[in-house]
T-cell receptor, first 116, second 112 residues
């Protein structure tokens, strides 16, 4: 089955610092990766869509300069939260998709970010 | 604005009963529909997807899709306490890269 590795699983950082989250598809090539954010007891909110080798497409209201997304290869995408603030504390989840595999979307295990 | 609506619950059913979870969507262009289960503090895991009208069965789970009514449901037969989780309904936008819109989730509790 498809496996997506996401790390770190938990990170605590100080306000003003940057945090990088990695998402890797281990056994398939992800033509598209999605980054979501989930606040407690809320649903997943799509932040951005990234296709390998091209710029990410951000959802309305998501600051592209704050949430930097890089999709350098078909198996790796990174999300960097720059100048993090306490309100950025959330559960960040990536999802990888390969259009040639039909309707397969595989989620990473998520990253719990706490900004203090 | 594309929307996916679910009753947030909580839905409580006794062990062994059938749990029925419902979802409606606003975008008629949606082509594919997904049910995910999410345990607290974990990422969602796919239970089923459906893209044709009618029923689709997989073990104890049956997904039902009615595109005319813009309605998707998930039935869980012989519910177990381990099925207690939040169930997320998602609609795919039909594009080749498949962006999903999620509902707010329904909390299911199966009590012994």
């Amino acid at each position: 089955g498809a496996v997506v590795s996401q790390h770190p699983s938990r990170v605590i950082c100080k306000s003003g610092t940057s945090v990088k989250i990695e998402c890797r598809s281990l056994d398939f090539q992800a033509t598209t990766m999605f980054w979501y954010r989930q606040f407690p007891k809320k649903s997943l909110m799509l932040m951005a869509t990234s296709n390998e080798g091209s710029k990410a497409t951000y959802e309305q209201g998501v600051e592209k300069d704050k949430f930097l997304i890089n999709h350098a290869s078909l198996t790796l995408s990174t999300l960097t939260v720059t100048s993090a603030h306490p309100e950025d504390s959330s559960f960040y989840i990536c999802s990888a998709h390969n259009k040639d595999r039909g309707y397969g979307y595989t989620f990473g295990s998520g990253t719990r970010l706490t900004v203090v | 604005q594309k929307e996916v609506e679910q009753n947030s619950g909580p839905l409580s059913v006794p062990e062994g009963a059938i749990a029925s979870l419902n979802c409606t969507y606003s975008d008629r262009g949606s082509q594919s529909f997904f049910w995910y289960r999410q345990y607290s503090g974990k990422s969602p895991e796919l239970i089923m997807f459906i893209y044709s009208n009618g029923d689709k069965e997989d073990g104890r789970f049956t997904a039902q899709l009615n595109k005319a009514s813009q309605y998707v449901s998930l039935l869980i037969r012989d519910s177990q306490p381990s099925d207690s989780a939040t169930y997320l309904c998602a609609a795919g936008d039909g594009t080749s890269y498949g962006k999903l819109t999620f509902g707010q989730g329904t909390i299911l509790t199966v009590h012994p």
